[in-house]
């Protein structure tokens, strides 16, 4: 692999990481969040791949195979969160979670 390619792809992965965190701090909404932190980890999928193949290695491609699955479970734990906490408050503020304190 080219070193200016793996160059591109770490930018491409630094620019989604960035987006990602963003979306996470400035949104209130809990299913945005929730993208933006599925952002953050296909940033990491991009850099693993792009380095895996920038070595030669299959190493990367398993270990964003199990990013993903942790972000398959990470989705389906998450919506069925933000659904019970939309059946009780009807809405999906973030800001109304933190009232749930006890």
């Known amino acids: 692999m080219d070193d200016l390619l793996l160059n591109q792809f770490l930018l491409l992965g630094a620019v989604l990481f960035c987006i990602g965190v963003y979306g996470v701090l400035a ?3 809990a299913v945005l969040v929730l993208m933006s932190i599925e952002l ?3 940033a990491v999928n991009i850099n693993l791949i792009a ?3 920038f070595w030669g290695s299959i190493t990367g491609s398993v270990f964003a195979l199990f990013v993903i699955a942790i972000a398959a479970a990470e989705v389906g734990v998450g919506l069925a969160i933000v659904l019970l906490i939309y059946r009780n408050r009807r809405s999906v503020d973030l800001d109304d979670v933190a009232e ?3």
């Open 51 to 53: 380095f895996g193949a």
């Open 27 to 29: 949104r209130r909404n």
């Open 40 to 42: 953050i980890l296909n």
């Open 100 to 102: 749930m304190k006890g």
